[in-house]
Structure formats: structure tokens, C-alpha cells
């Protein structure tokens, strides 16, 4: 049975999408069944995993509004051994056809249905907004991966993210949980970091993932030749973080 996670943030440029695609390679090669849902417009985690946006016939856009089924849609990464349910522009007018839609905010959750025995790990990769979008990601989930800087503005929004989730929880989705905070773009050289990372940890405790992504040159340029960070360079303390990172989840996977 999947476990179905929405990697979300309000906050834009925070990693969401690095996390998202780096973690499904990462869990790829680890020997887990995984599919990445990419839920934003932009379709950042689409190209990041080496599926070209602007050569599909097929988008997560029309699963969403019936207009295909999930195997039509779902493409492999070419480079990071994993499932992706790919998305371009189109996704943008999803917004408001889903207004009209009988459960709106429920689409997704019920596409991913039939994919629910072919694999252990989905990861939603959620836009930077509260959108139909994101709900439909959330309602869709079993748990929140809320990959954040350690900065004060992150902390302001992290209150935010956690007060919708809760609203989610109460109203559309009891199983919703939040899984853990990733700390990314680390720099331990700043005592800022250093301070906000050990609030994090003293607040939300074992919420706090162990694992640490540092800032790191090869993760950025990773995505301009369409593969995952673990996989460009898996040499490099970006993609031995999320390597780690993608075994603390195995092991959480075992207690939740």
C-alpha cells in the first residue's frame, strides 16, 4: 500500500521541488516503488526528472478533470528510475474547471486510487500557494513534508502552513499528519541557521528530520541537464543529504 506524501511550503523557493525530485531518485535507488506527482503549473519537478513539459500529449491536467486515466498520463524518468505524473501550463486552468467539478477537492485522492498497490512511495510536489491545487494535494495525502530554511521569515510561514494543515485535518482529511521539517539550504557558518535549526528541533522535537541538506552548487546545476541531483552528481553533500535523507524516511515509514 503507497504512502502518499505532499511536499509543501508556502513559502516559495524553499526547496520544494529539489526535495521532491532528489527524494524520488534517492528512494528509486534504495529499491522503492516510487511515483512523483507534480502538481505545480510551472512543472519544475517535471523537467527536473528529464520529461520534456513541452512534448506531452498528456498532463496531470487531465487526469484531474477526467479527461484521461492515471496510465495514460504516467511517464518513467529517464534518469532517476522512477514514475512521474508529469505537468505543464495546462495545470493553471485546472484551477478554475476544478471549481465546477463534484468533489473538487478530492480529484486527486481519488486518480491515485489505482496506483495504490503499485507503490510504496508518492510525493506530491505542491505549488507555493494554498490553491485547489494544494488541497487537492493535501486531501490526497497521508502526511506533510514541509522542506524549509532556517531563516525568521521561514518560521513565520511555517505557522501559517501548520495552521492550514490543521484546518485540513479537521475538515477534509483526518489521516493528515505532519511528517517531519527539512532543514535545506543549510549554511552551519551562520549563526542565524544555527539558532532558528535549534528552535526547530527544541518546538517540534523528533518532527525534525535528522538529515540536512547544505546549500550546494551541484544540486542547482542538476536540474539543467533534466536529472536529479543524487544521480548528476551523487558524490556531491547535496545528494548524500538526501540519500539520507530518503533512508530516515524508510525507517520512519516503519513506525508511522
Same mark, same amino acid.
Given at each position: 500500500?503507497?504512502r502518499?506524501?505532499?511536499?509543501?511550503n508556502?513559502?516559495?523557493?524553499?526547496?520544494?521541488?529539489?526535495?521532491?525530485?532528489?527524494? /524520488?531518485? !534517492?528512494? &528509486?535507488?534504495?529499491?522503492?516503488?516510487?511515483? @512523483?506527482? *507534480?502538481?505545480? +503549473?510551472?512543472?519544475?519537478?517535471?523537467?527536473?526528472?528529464?520529461?520534456?513539459?513541452?512534448?506531452?500529449?498528456?498532463?496531470?491536467?487531465?487526469?484531474?478533470?477526467?479527461?484521461?486515466?492515471?496510465?495514460?498520463?504516467?511517464?518513467?524518468?529517464?534518469?532517476?528510475?522512477?514514475?512521474?505524473?508529469?505537468?505543464?501550463?495546462?495545470?493553471?486552468?485546472?484551477?478554475?474547471?476544478?471549481?465546477?467539478?463534484?468533489?473538487?477537492?478530492?480529484?486527486?485522492?481519488? /486518480?491515485? !486510487?489505482? &496506483?495504490?498497490?503499485?507503490y510504496?512511495?508518492? @510525493?506530491? *510536489?505542491?505549488? +507555493?500557494?494554498?490553491?485547489?491545487?494544494?488541497?487537492?494535494?493535501?486531501?490526497?495525502?497521508?502526511?506533510?513534508?514541509?522542506?524549509?530554511?532556517?531563516?525568521?521569515?521561514?518560521?513565520?510561514?511555517?505557522?501559517?502552513?501548520?495552521?492550514?494543515?490543521?484546518?485540513?485535518?479537521?475538515?477534509?482529511?483526518?489521516?493528515l499528519?505532519?511528517i517531519?521539517?527539512?532543514?535545506?539550504?543549510?549554511?552551519?557558518?551562520?549563526?542565524?541557521?544555527?539558532?532558528?535549526? /535549534?528552535?526547530?528541533?527544541?518546538?517540534?522535537?523528533?518532527?525534525?528530520?535528522?538529515?540536512?541538506v547544505?546549500?550546494?552548487?551541484?544540486?542547482?546545476?542538476?536540474?539543467?541537464?533534466g536529472?536529479?541531483?543524487?544521480?548528476?552528481?551523487?558524490?556531491?553533500?547535496?545528494?548524500?543529504?538526501?540519500?539520507?535523507?530518503?533512508?530516515?524516511?524508510?525507517?520512519?515509514?516503519k513506525?508511522?
Amino acid at each position: 500500500m503507497a504512502r502518499i506524501f505532499c511536499v509543501a511550503n508556502q513559502k516559495g523557493g524553499v526547496g520544494k521541488t529539489t526535495t521532491c525530485v532528489n527524494l /524520488a531518485a !534517492a528512494l &528509486a535507488g534504495a529499491g522503492q516503488r516510487t511515483l @512523483l506527482v *507534480d502538481l505545480d +503549473p510551472q512543472g519544475n519537478a517535471t523537467m527536473g526528472s528529464g520529461v520534456d513539459k513541452r512534448e506531452l500529449d498528456r498532463s496531470i491536467y487531465h487526469l484531474l478533470v477526467g479527461l484521461a486515466a492515471l496510465d495514460d498520463v504516467r511517464t518513467t524518468s529517464p534518469s532517476g528510475g522512477f514514475d512521474v505524473l508529469p505537468a505543464n501550463r495546462d495545470l493553471a486552468g485546472a484551477e478554475v474547471e476544478l471549481v465546477d467539478l463534484e468533489h473538487r477537492e478530492r480529484r486527486l485522492k481519488q /486518480a491515485l !486510487a489505482d &496506483a495504490a498497490e503499485a507503490y510504496d512511495f508518492v @510525493l506530491i *510536489d505542491c505549488p +507555493p500557494s494554498l490553491s485547489m491545487l494544494t488541497l487537492n494535494g493535501l486531501c490526497a495525502a497521508h502526511g506533510v513534508i514541509i522542506p524549509m530554511q532556517c531563516e525568521y521569515y521561514a518560521l513565520e510561514g511555517l505557522s501559517d502552513l501548520v495552521n492550514t494543515i490543521k484546518k485540513v485535518h479537521a475538515n477534509l482529511n483526518r489521516d493528515l499528519k505532519i511528517i517531519g521539517l527539512l532543514r535545506v539550504m543549510f549554511d552551519p557558518r551562520m549563526t542565524l541557521q544555527q539558532q532558528v535549526s /535549534a528552535q526547530l528541533e527544541s518546538h517540534f522535537g523528533d518532527k525534525v528530520f535528522n538529515a540536512v541538506v547544505p546549500r550546494n552548487v551541484r544540486l542547482a546545476e542538476a536540474p539543467s541537464h533534466g536529472m536529479p541531483g543524487v544521480v548528476f552528481d551523487p558524490s556531491s553533500k547535496g545528494a548524500q543529504a538526501y540519500m539520507a535523507f530518503a533512508h530516515e524516511m524508510i525507517e520512519r515509514m516503519k513506525t508511522l
